[in-house]
């Protein structure tokens, strides 16, 4: 069964399945609601006979990896069988090999963007990665409008990596401006996790996206953690440069295959093809604030001018029962701007400590908490 669940759709759902207990529930009529006001947004559990193309989009004649491979929409390459998603890497066959895209393998690469773009939420993937050295089976997301520019400065999330040159273990990652592979100790970004079964059977990899926050899960289980930090990030030319994270983004899943330069999977072992990445679902939840949030956010403690830029104002963050959606910034009466994270930068070269400004957080209800008056 394939389809997006809308809340009141869920709720539908929970209902059915109380009056028919005999029947033998998919997927996507299991956990459709978390603890912390989660509820199913959108799931697909690849039951059907056919990849749903209003949703996923295949890769076609794209390169990747190693230049030996080209992504392809085929049924050799895509497909569902007994209820799982397939993306099969495979030598190309003779008959493609006169085509001008011809390369060696192919493989294959499904994106929502366009689809499916969302802010904030709790994604869940239950997959087996593709064994064999050269792999590169990821589940990612990127940014569907660069809003902060091209890549690294509008983001990227990895939600789970495996490379085929190193068995048994998974990555889980974040690339921004400040903080990406090209510039900063992979060991700053990235984290690693043992999982020897990784290729052999099914493991939930998770994201949970907040308004200041990413947290990675592998199996129920916290693996990586990421947080915007005012205090580190002062001399920022603005918050976006460390926390891009607050436009909408797509998912990705993918095999890649090939060395990369030295940061995928490693030469292509031809004798461990065909190769497989399974998925058995994909849940998307998000938290339905209008039902669960009944507080307004508490007042931030203090605002004060960073004494490292004299144009960056900061504060504590602020607490709400269901987090805030974002602060708002008041210069001597008047809205100047607003901020998803706990400091702002002014692009105005003429501010001075001087003017009276005010800070208040708001939650994604619209409930606004007292404004705190930055101190002289």
Known sequence: MRRIVLFWVAIGLMLMVGACKEKTLDDCEIDTSLEGGWTLMFCDGFDGDALDTTIWRAADQVRHGSEEVYYSPRPENVTLEDGKLILRSIETPDADKVNSGYMPYTSARLETKGNLDFTYGRIVVS?????????????????????????????????????GKRPGRVSAAYHVEKYNHMNTAISSIARTTTLANADSTFNSYELIWTSESLTWRINGQNVHFYRYNNRLEGTNDGYHEAWPFDQAFHLIINLGMGDAGGSGGGEIDAEALPTTFEIDYVKIYQIDYETHDKEAPSKVDYVELSNINDRYILWPRATDDYGVSHYEIVVDGILVGTSPVNSYLFSDTSFHEAFEVKVRAVDFTGKTSDYVLMEP
Do not use: F, H
């Open 127 to 163: 997959a087996k990665t593709a064994p064999g050295a050269g792999t590169w089976p990821a589940i990612w997301m990127l940014p569907t409008e660069n809003v902060y520019g091209n890549w690294p400065n509008s983001g990227e999330i990895d939600i789970m990596e495996y490379y």
